[in-house]
């Protein structure tokens, strides 16, 4: 339960500071950047859901966070030991190959496997 109320107080600050202050409202008060965090607290939460029961097992889940965490990891460590990476290459190598892997829900919508 801890990992998942520090994922949704995370995502939402990380939101409201990066995205939402920088490049929608950036002269709004304090008031107005709180309601917008509790706001993408309630749409994480939501979205985890919605996931959650989307899934068919928990081994389902699993497989797609390994995935994902392998993905994400080798941008993180490239952005280590290489200093000439920059973070728009690691989102394209990590949207490239989100788009190109084979997860698991993407079985719903092509059964055939080659």
Known sequence: MSSCDVFMVACSALFTENVY??????HA??????????????????????????????VTGLEIFLKVSAMMG???????FWCRATPAAAWARSTT???STDLPFS????????
């Open 97 to 99: 190959t989100l788009g």
């Open 21 to 26: 202050h920088k490049l929608i409202a950036r």
């Open 107 to 114: 079985r719903r919508a092509c059964p055939t496997r080659w």
């Open 29 to 58: 008060g304090d008031r107005h950047y709180m309601f917008v965090g509790r706001l993408v607290s309630v749409l994480v939460v939501a979205a985890g859901i919605i996931f959650a029961f989307s899934l068919e097992s928990v």
């Open 74 to 80: 080798l941008a993180f460590w490239i952005g280590l």
